[in-house]
């Protein structure tokens, strides 16, 4: 009877130990389950192109004006701490801008002004660090920065060229969106972007938050236009330009 008691206990002792390592496995995946969460976002953005040269002898490159667009997208963060986490997702930008050039001491075949409205389309991939904070009530505050790179999808624009000609100006427009061919749509197929930002979610059920978030996306490298003539002008140029763009994001975790 003695021997059988020592042999009792180990036994109780090794499915104790079974039922623990089992119990801290389900933990262990759903931990995980919890620290990855994913949502959906749409935002208005604000873009605008600004020349990296102001002045290329002569000539005169400016921003011509700011430019309405739209992002919508997926996120996904994963949280490796209550407090920290990293943040991805997918992402088309609808953006563009419009540059303006002047030369008043054009030569023959040079652009006197030129007028390009931009509308381009990128898909993007972000890739952020996020701070957040304890939650204060249902609330929790963020603050995150990190980059993207984008891929370029879709380059339109409409325009206005003006070129000096011995024989007289001539002036090539265009009125609707023209997709962009030749020298004139040499945009950069893959740009990169800084951005920033600071937000709030706001826990509307066990596994629902709404999300708001303001955002500042700068465009860094490459140009995004590099274009060096239009169809037969030997001498177009927009300044080289870069993009940048502020976007209100509104959406959803689940």
């Known amino acids: 009877m003695m021997m059988r008691k020592p042999i009792w206990i180990a036994l109780a002792l090794c499915a ?24 959906v976002y749409v935002a208005p953005t604000l873009s605008m192109m600004r020349p990296s040269a102001g002045k290329d002898g ?15 997208g997926i996120m996904a963060d994963y949280n490796f ?33 030129s007028n390009v409205n931009y509308t381009l389309q990128y898909l993007e991939v ?10 204060i009530g249902k609330f929790r505050f963020f603050g ?11 380059k339109k624009a409409t325009y206005e060229i003006l070129q000096k000609t011995a024989a007289g100006d001539s002036l090539y427009k265009a009125d ?11 945009i950069a197929p893959v740009v990169f972007q800084m951005n920033i930002g600071l937000g709030l979610q706001y826990k509307v059920g ?6 708001a978030g303001i955002f500042f996306n700068n465009g860094f490298a ?21 993009l940048n763009n502020f976007a209100l994001r509104l959406g959803f975790y689940f």
């Not at 609707?176 to 040499?186: P, R, V, W």
């Not at 066990?206 to 999300?211: F, Q, S, V």
């Open 16 to 39: 104790t130990t079974q039922t623990s390592f089992g119990q801290a496995e389900t933990t262990t995946d759903n931990d995980v389950l919890r620290k990855l969460r994913f949502g």
């Open 58 to 72: 002569n000539q005169t490159q400016a921003n011509g004006g700011n430019k309405l667009g739209f992002t919508y």
């Open 81 to 113: 701490t209550d407090n920290y986490a990293i943040a991805t997702g997918l992402q088309v930008n609808s953006t563009g801008g419009i540059i303006t050039t002047e030369n008043p001491k054009a030569a023959d075949n040079e652009v006197l002004k």
């Open 126 to 135: 972000p890739v952020a660090l996020k701070l957040n904070t304890d939650e």
């Open 144 to 154: 995150q920065a990190g980059m993207s790179v984008g891929f370029n999808i879709s």
């Open 176 to 186: 609707t969106k023209e997709k962009l061919t030749g020298s004139i749509g040499a």
């Open 206 to 211: 066990p596994k629902l938050d709404a999300y």
């Open 222 to 242: 490459p140009n995004v236009t590099v274009p060096e003539k239009v169809n037969n002008f030997p001498d177009f140029k927009d300044g080289n330009t870069r």
